[in-house]
T-cell receptor
Framework: GQQVMQIPQYQHVQEGEDFTTYCNSS?????IQWYKQRPGGHPVFLIQ?????EVKKQKRLTFQFGEAKKNSSLHITATQTTDVGTYFC???????FGTGTSLTVIP | DAGITQSPRHKVTETGTPVTLRCHQT?????MYWYRQDPGHGLRLIHY???????DKGEVSDGYSVSRSKTEDFLLTLESATSSQTSVYFC?????????????FGEGSRLTVL
């Protein structure tokens, strides 16, 4: 199946530092989605990437889809305490989610 | 937020008892999903539905059954709960389904099996 692996599992950063999480698949993905889950909350959709090499930005968040459509990344510039939570990638058919990266931001 | 209601939100039960979790949506979305979330495993798909009475298995379907008799309701049943089924269960809905639609998640149901 189109399982996706996600690293790192945990990341602690000082407020203002950058953060990146990576998602990798052994097979080519039709598309990839990213979700954010605040502590105690439910996952919330952030974005979907479809095209090879696609880059999308949402304020301080930058999402990339690899040229081979086998990997993706989420980069947050100058983290804030509001960025705290777990970030998940999911393959396009939503059958498989990555294990998530839990981000802690130290004020 | 999308109109998704999960019930119950919290349940404690004993091994061997049946449990049914309900997901109710007011969005009239065709696709509905049940996931479980466990530390270190992320979200894993249990079952999904692509229409009334149309359901299929996900990655971790053993020990679970589902039913969808109406567009708005998707039920997840544990016929005989086991401690390994202690988890947080999320229902999700999608308007367009696989490869196109974003998922909208409910608030989650925390199940503890003693």
């Amino acid at each position: 199946g189109q399982q996706v692996m996600q690293i790192p599992q945990y990341q602690h950063v000082q407020e203002g530092e950058d953060f990146t999480t990576y998602c990798n698949s052994s097979t080519t993905l039709s598309n990839i989605q990213w979700y954010k889950q605040r502590p105690g909350g439910h996952p919330v959709f952030l974005i979907q990437l479809v095209k090879s090499g696609e880059v999308k930005k949402q304020k301080r968040l930058t999402f990339q889809f690899g040229e081979a459509k086998k990997n993706s990344s989420l980069h947050i510039t100058a983290t804030q305490t509001t960025d705290v939570g777990t970030y998940f990638c999911a393959n396009g058919n939503q059958f498989y989610f990555g294990t998530g990266t839990s981000l802690t931001v130290i004020p | 937020d999308a109109g998704i209601t999960q019930s119950p939100r919290h349940k404690v039960t004993e091994t061997g008892t049946p449990v049914t979790l309900r997901c109710h949506q007011t969005e009239n979305h065709r696709y509905m999903y049940w996931y479980r979330q466990d530390p270190g495993h992320g979200l894993r798909l249990i079952h999904y539905s692509y229409g009334v009475k149309d359901t299929d298995k996900g990655e971790v379907s053993d020990g679970y059954s589902v039913s969808r008799s109406k567009t708005e309701d998707f039920l997840l049943t544990l016929e005989s709960a086991t401690s390994s089924q202690t988890s947080v269960y999320f229902c999700a809905i999608s308007e367009t389904g696989q490869n196109t639609g974003e998922l909208f998640f409910g608030e989650g149901s925390r199940l503890t099996v003693l």
